[in-house]
Protein backbone atom coordinates (compact mmCIF):
# COMPACT_ATOMS: atom_id res chain seq x y z
CA UNK A 1 0.00 0.00 0.00
CA UNK A 2 2.77 2.51 0.83
CA UNK A 3 4.36 2.10 -2.64
CA UNK A 4 1.39 2.56 -4.53
CA UNK A 5 0.52 5.89 -2.89
CA UNK A 6 4.11 7.32 -3.09
CA UNK A 7 4.19 6.60 -6.94
CA UNK A 8 0.47 8.13 -6.96
CA UNK A 9 2.41 11.40 -4.85
CA UNK A 10 4.87 11.50 -7.47
CA UNK A 11 3.52 11.50 -10.35
CA UNK A 12 1.03 14.16 -9.50
CA UNK A 13 4.56 15.92 -8.84
CA UNK A 14 5.55 15.35 -12.08
CA UNK A 15 9.32 14.26 -10.64
CA UNK A 16 8.27 10.17 -11.59
CA UNK A 17 11.32 9.88 -14.07
CA UNK A 18 13.59 11.01 -11.15
CA UNK A 19 12.19 9.32 -8.02
CA UNK A 20 11.46 6.06 -9.29
CA UNK A 21 14.49 4.97 -9.58
CA UNK A 22 15.62 6.29 -6.29
CA UNK A 23 15.25 3.14 -3.33
CA UNK A 24 15.69 5.27 -0.65
CA UNK A 25 14.72 3.85 2.53
CA UNK A 26 11.73 4.65 4.21
CA UNK A 27 13.12 7.37 6.93
CA UNK A 28 12.67 10.27 9.64
CA UNK A 29 9.19 12.76 8.77
CA UNK A 30 10.15 16.11 10.09
CA UNK A 31 9.04 19.70 9.88
CA UNK A 32 10.96 22.33 8.11
CA UNK A 33 9.42 25.07 7.87
CA UNK A 34 6.47 26.36 9.95
CA UNK A 35 3.44 28.47 8.63
CA UNK A 36 -0.02 29.66 9.43
CA UNK A 37 -1.53 27.53 7.08
CA UNK A 38 0.36 25.97 3.89
CA UNK A 39 -1.35 26.59 0.19
CA UNK A 40 2.04 25.91 -1.99
CA UNK A 41 5.04 24.31 -2.22
CA UNK A 42 8.21 24.85 -4.73
CA UNK A 43 11.58 22.70 -4.74
CA UNK A 44 14.32 24.55 -6.76
CA UNK A 45 15.61 22.41 -9.88
CA UNK A 46 19.29 22.15 -8.17
CA UNK A 47 16.95 20.33 -4.86
CA UNK A 48 18.52 22.60 -2.66
CA UNK A 49 15.59 24.56 -1.45
CA UNK A 50 12.28 24.24 -0.25
CA UNK A 51 9.94 27.52 -1.05
CA UNK A 52 6.20 27.57 1.15
CA UNK A 53 3.48 29.64 0.50
CA UNK A 54 1.32 30.45 3.42
CA UNK A 55 0.48 34.11 4.07
CA UNK A 56 4.00 34.57 3.48
CA UNK A 57 6.53 32.82 0.88
CA UNK A 58 9.53 31.06 2.76
CA UNK A 59 12.92 29.37 1.68
CA UNK A 60 14.36 26.85 3.61
CA UNK A 61 17.86 25.98 2.89
CA UNK A 62 18.81 22.19 2.96
CA UNK A 63 22.61 22.72 3.95
CA UNK A 64 22.18 24.94 6.32
CA UNK A 65 18.69 24.32 7.64
CA UNK A 66 17.90 27.76 7.94
CA UNK A 67 14.10 29.21 6.97
CA UNK A 68 14.31 32.91 6.02
CA UNK A 69 11.05 34.82 5.02
CA UNK A 70 11.44 35.95 1.25
CA UNK A 71 8.48 37.42 -0.01
CA UNK A 72 5.20 39.47 1.79
CA UNK A 73 2.43 39.61 0.63
CA UNK A 74 -1.15 40.97 1.78
CA UNK A 75 -2.89 37.81 1.84
CA UNK A 76 -2.87 34.01 1.28
CA UNK A 77 -0.27 32.83 -1.52
CA UNK A 78 -1.51 30.33 -3.41
CA UNK A 79 0.92 29.74 -6.39
CA UNK A 80 4.41 29.31 -6.57
CA UNK A 81 6.78 28.64 -9.37
CA UNK A 82 10.54 28.79 -10.06
CA UNK A 83 12.62 29.57 -13.14
CA UNK A 84 14.67 26.56 -14.87
CA UNK A 85 17.68 28.31 -13.42
CA UNK A 86 16.27 28.11 -10.18
CA UNK A 87 17.43 31.82 -10.10
CA UNK A 88 14.12 33.15 -9.48
CA UNK A 89 10.49 32.29 -7.62
CA UNK A 90 6.92 33.77 -8.56
CA UNK A 91 4.33 33.71 -6.08
CA UNK A 92 0.26 34.25 -6.69
CA UNK A 93 -1.72 35.63 -3.98
CA UNK A 94 -5.43 36.67 -3.21
CA UNK A 95 -3.80 40.07 -2.82
CA UNK A 96 -4.38 40.14 -6.50
CA UNK A 97 -0.35 40.03 -7.44
CA UNK A 98 2.25 38.11 -9.23
CA UNK A 99 5.53 38.82 -7.19
CA UNK A 100 9.09 37.82 -8.76
CA UNK A 101 11.79 37.12 -5.89
CA UNK A 102 15.64 37.30 -6.90
CA UNK A 103 17.75 34.51 -5.59
CA UNK A 104 20.58 36.75 -5.61
CA UNK A 105 19.46 39.94 -4.62
CA UNK A 106 16.95 39.21 -2.51
CA UNK A 107 14.56 41.92 -3.55
CA UNK A 108 11.08 41.04 -4.39
CA UNK A 109 8.60 43.39 -6.48
CA UNK A 110 5.30 43.25 -8.13
CA UNK A 111 5.10 41.97 -11.83
CA UNK A 112 1.60 41.61 -12.60
CA UNK A 113 -1.28 43.06 -10.93
CA UNK A 114 -4.80 41.67 -11.85
CA UNK A 115 -8.32 42.77 -10.73
CA UNK A 116 -8.93 39.66 -8.18
CA UNK A 117 -6.90 36.84 -6.65
CA UNK A 118 -4.28 34.75 -8.55
CA UNK A 119 -5.29 31.52 -9.18
CA UNK A 120 -2.61 30.36 -11.72
CA UNK A 121 0.67 30.88 -12.85
CA UNK A 122 3.42 29.81 -15.32
CA UNK A 123 7.24 30.30 -16.34
CA UNK A 124 8.27 29.86 -19.55
CA UNK A 125 10.82 27.07 -19.88
CA UNK A 126 13.65 29.97 -20.66
CA UNK A 127 12.54 31.86 -17.68
CA UNK A 128 11.89 35.15 -19.72
CA UNK A 129 8.06 35.14 -19.56
CA UNK A 130 5.82 35.03 -16.50
CA UNK A 131 1.76 34.30 -17.08
CA UNK A 132 -0.39 34.70 -14.97
CA UNK A 133 -4.60 33.85 -14.61
CA UNK A 134 -7.18 35.10 -12.12
CA UNK A 135 -10.82 35.10 -11.84
CA UNK A 136 -11.15 38.52 -13.32
CA UNK A 137 -11.06 36.23 -16.01
CA UNK A 138 -8.16 37.63 -17.72
CA UNK A 139 -4.27 35.60 -18.91
CA UNK A 140 -1.61 37.97 -18.43
CA UNK A 141 2.23 37.61 -19.83
CA UNK A 142 4.83 39.57 -18.32
CA UNK A 143 8.06 40.30 -20.44
CA UNK A 144 11.40 40.11 -18.23
CA UNK A 145 13.35 42.15 -20.68
CA UNK A 146 10.66 44.90 -21.35
CA UNK A 147 9.16 44.70 -17.85
CA UNK A 148 5.75 44.92 -19.44
CA UNK A 149 2.36 43.23 -19.12
CA UNK A 150 0.11 42.66 -21.23
CA UNK A 151 -3.24 40.61 -21.60
CA UNK A 152 -3.44 37.93 -23.91
CA UNK A 153 -6.59 36.06 -23.19
CA UNK A 154 -9.87 36.71 -22.27
CA UNK A 155 -11.90 33.94 -20.87
CA UNK A 156 -15.79 34.89 -19.36
CA UNK A 157 -15.04 32.68 -16.45
CA UNK A 158 -12.26 32.83 -13.77
CA UNK A 159 -8.77 31.03 -15.14
CA UNK A 160 -8.07 28.45 -12.98
CA UNK A 161 -5.23 27.19 -15.06
CA UNK A 162 -2.31 28.18 -16.88
CA UNK A 163 0.23 25.74 -18.73
CA UNK A 164 3.38 26.85 -21.58
CA UNK A 165 4.41 24.50 -24.15
CA UNK A 166 8.15 22.88 -23.58
CA UNK A 167 9.45 25.24 -26.57
CA UNK A 168 7.69 28.54 -25.02
CA UNK A 169 5.76 29.34 -27.66
CA UNK A 170 2.28 28.99 -26.71
CA UNK A 171 0.66 29.40 -23.74
CA UNK A 172 -2.84 27.20 -22.54
CA UNK A 173 -5.27 28.63 -20.30
CA UNK A 174 -8.33 26.70 -18.73
CA UNK A 175 -11.87 28.98 -17.37
CA UNK A 176 -15.37 27.82 -18.95
CA UNK A 177 -13.44 26.34 -21.70
CA UNK A 178 -9.79 26.01 -22.99
CA UNK A 179 -7.45 28.31 -25.19
CA UNK A 180 -4.52 28.09 -27.12
CA UNK A 181 -2.61 31.48 -27.57
CA UNK A 182 0.44 31.73 -30.17
CA UNK A 183 3.25 33.83 -28.98
CA UNK A 184 4.33 34.42 -32.43
CA UNK A 185 1.10 35.40 -34.30
CA UNK A 186 -0.55 36.89 -31.00
CA UNK A 187 -3.44 34.48 -32.29
CA UNK A 188 -5.97 33.13 -29.56
CA UNK A 189 -8.17 30.30 -30.63
CA UNK A 190 -10.07 28.06 -28.69
CA UNK A 191 -9.27 24.57 -28.75
CA UNK A 192 -11.51 22.13 -26.37
CA UNK A 193 -14.53 22.46 -24.79
CA UNK A 194 -15.91 20.79 -21.60
CA UNK A 195 -18.93 21.27 -19.99
CA UNK A 196 -17.96 22.76 -17.11
CA UNK A 197 -15.03 24.81 -15.35
CA UNK A 198 -11.57 23.15 -16.60
CA UNK A 199 -9.32 23.24 -13.39
CA UNK A 200 -6.41 21.74 -14.30
CA UNK A 201 -3.85 21.24 -17.27
CA UNK A 202 -0.70 19.13 -18.28
CA UNK A 203 1.37 19.37 -21.33
CA UNK A 204 3.37 16.06 -22.95
CA UNK A 205 7.26 16.98 -22.57
CA UNK A 206 7.52 17.25 -26.64
CA UNK A 207 4.13 19.45 -26.50
CA UNK A 208 1.74 17.81 -28.82
CA UNK A 209 -0.61 16.59 -26.42
CA UNK A 210 -2.53 18.21 -23.57
CA UNK A 211 -4.19 17.25 -20.55
CA UNK A 212 -7.60 18.84 -19.30
CA UNK A 213 -9.24 18.11 -16.37
CA UNK A 214 -12.56 19.66 -15.32
CA UNK A 215 -15.38 19.64 -13.36
CA UNK A 216 -17.56 18.02 -16.06
CA UNK A 217 -16.18 14.96 -14.59
CA UNK A 218 -13.95 14.13 -17.26
CA UNK A 219 -10.49 14.47 -18.20
CA UNK A 220 -9.61 14.81 -21.32
CA UNK A 221 -6.05 13.95 -23.52
CA UNK A 222 -5.71 15.40 -27.01
CA UNK A 223 -3.89 17.19 -29.95
CA UNK A 224 -2.63 20.62 -29.54
CA UNK A 225 -2.62 21.08 -33.29
CA UNK A 226 -5.73 19.63 -34.32
CA UNK A 227 -8.17 19.89 -31.06
CA UNK A 228 -8.64 16.06 -31.77
CA UNK A 229 -9.36 14.45 -28.07
CA UNK A 230 -8.09 11.42 -28.17
CA UNK A 231 -8.94 9.51 -25.01
CA UNK A 232 -11.68 10.48 -22.07
CA UNK A 233 -11.46 9.08 -18.47
CA UNK A 234 -14.58 10.08 -16.36
CA UNK A 235 -13.16 11.23 -13.56
CA UNK A 236 -15.56 13.06 -10.62
CA UNK A 237 -14.47 17.00 -8.73
CA UNK A 238 -11.20 16.69 -10.54
CA UNK A 239 -8.77 19.28 -9.74
CA UNK A 240 -5.31 18.35 -10.90
CA UNK A 241 -3.72 16.64 -13.43
CA UNK A 242 -0.23 15.10 -14.68
CA UNK A 243 1.72 13.20 -17.16
CA UNK A 244 4.80 11.33 -16.95
CA UNK A 245 7.86 12.66 -18.42
CA UNK A 246 7.29 9.82 -21.87
CA UNK A 247 3.25 10.89 -22.13
CA UNK A 248 2.21 7.06 -21.49
CA UNK A 249 0.84 8.17 -18.73
CA UNK A 250 -1.85 10.26 -17.13
CA UNK A 251 -2.38 11.00 -13.22
CA UNK A 252 -5.76 13.05 -12.23
CA UNK A 253 -6.63 14.06 -8.60
CA UNK A 254 -10.07 14.79 -7.22
CA UNK A 255 -11.11 16.20 -4.17
CA UNK A 256 -15.16 14.75 -4.25
CA UNK A 257 -14.43 11.14 -4.50
CA UNK A 258 -10.84 11.52 -2.76
CA UNK A 259 -8.61 9.72 -5.14
CA UNK A 260 -5.65 9.50 -7.21
CA UNK A 261 -6.41 7.93 -10.59
CA UNK A 262 -3.73 6.36 -12.77
CA UNK A 263 -4.46 5.35 -16.60
CA UNK A 264 -2.11 4.66 -19.57
CA UNK A 265 -2.65 7.05 -22.38
CA UNK A 266 -3.78 5.25 -25.90
CA UNK A 267 -1.26 4.61 -28.22
CA UNK A 268 -1.62 5.87 -31.87
CA UNK A 269 -3.77 5.67 -34.02
CA UNK A 270 -6.01 7.63 -31.87
CA UNK A 271 -9.58 6.91 -31.70
CA UNK A 272 -11.63 10.09 -30.91
CA UNK A 273 -14.52 9.06 -28.36
CA UNK A 274 -17.77 10.52 -28.93
CA UNK A 275 -18.74 13.48 -26.60
CA UNK A 276 -21.04 12.85 -23.91
CA UNK A 277 -22.14 15.40 -21.03
CA UNK A 278 -24.87 14.52 -18.70
CA UNK A 279 -26.49 17.28 -16.05
CA UNK A 280 -24.56 17.08 -12.49
CA UNK A 281 -24.30 19.88 -9.67
CA UNK A 282 -21.55 22.51 -10.32
CA UNK A 283 -18.73 21.84 -7.63
CA UNK A 284 -18.02 25.29 -6.06
CA UNK A 285 -14.30 26.83 -6.28
CA UNK A 286 -12.32 25.90 -2.77
CA UNK A 287 -12.67 28.43 0.29
CA UNK A 288 -10.34 31.43 0.58
CA UNK A 289 -9.81 32.83 4.11
CA UNK A 290 -9.11 36.54 3.95
Request: charged residues 20%.
Amino acid sequence: MKKKVILAAVFACGAFGFLYGMQAPYGEVKDIIQHDGVKSVAITPDGNYVISGGKKVKLWNKSTGQVEDIIQHDNWVNLLAITPDGNYVVSGSNDKSVKLWDKATGQATTIIQHDSQIESVAITPDGSYVVSGGSDDKVKLWNKSTGQVEDIIQHDYPVWSVAITPDGNYVISGGNKVKLWNKSTGHVKDIIQHGQTVFALAITSDGNNVVSGSNDKSVKLWDKATGQVKDIIQHDGIRSVAITPDGSYVVSGSERDNTVRLWKAPPPPYEAPPPAYEEYEELPPPAYEE
